[in-house]
């Protein structure tokens, strides 16, 4: 099966050493958002997690239907991950095709932490 590797980081694949490529028949290089300090853990849900879990998840499907094995590379600001990490673990364990139906349901379903972030 072909391997594809989502990489959701500030990293783009481009400045990678060929060694690092290794292993992976493509690379698709999805930018990590500007997450601004000031935003509160459900803006950063919002208005990065949610569009872009979203648009990652529909890439993965549509990855997995083309025969891919389907792999993502997260790496950034802790909140954005932490928040999305959840969501896309979550998600995965419902593998359904009509997934948009729960994807909202799944990110809401999310314990948002209360506590202020600290930098």
């Not at 690092?20 to 997690?49: C, H, M, N, Y």
């Not at 094995?69 to 419902?94: D, H, I, K, R």
Request: charged share 30%; glycine share 2%.
């Amino acid at each position: 099966m072909k391997k594809v590797l989502i990489n959701h980081t500030n990293h783009p694949s481009a400045r990678w050493e060929e060694k690092q490529k290794e292993g992976w028949d493509r690379i698709i290089d999805i930018p990590f958002p500007e997450v601004q300090p000031e935003l509160s853990t459900e803006e950063v849900a919002d208005k990065l997690v949610k569009p872009n879990l979203r648009a990652i998840v529909e890439l993965a499907k549509q990855l997995k239907r083309e025969g891919y094995e389907v792999y993502l590379m997260l790496q950034g600001e802790y909140t954005y991950c932490y928040l999305f990490s959840c969501s896309y673990l979550l998600f995965f364990n419902f593998i359904v095709e009509d997934a948009n139906n729960i994807l909202d349901k799944v990110i809401d379903a999310i314990a948002i932490p209360t506590t202020r972030r600290v930098y």
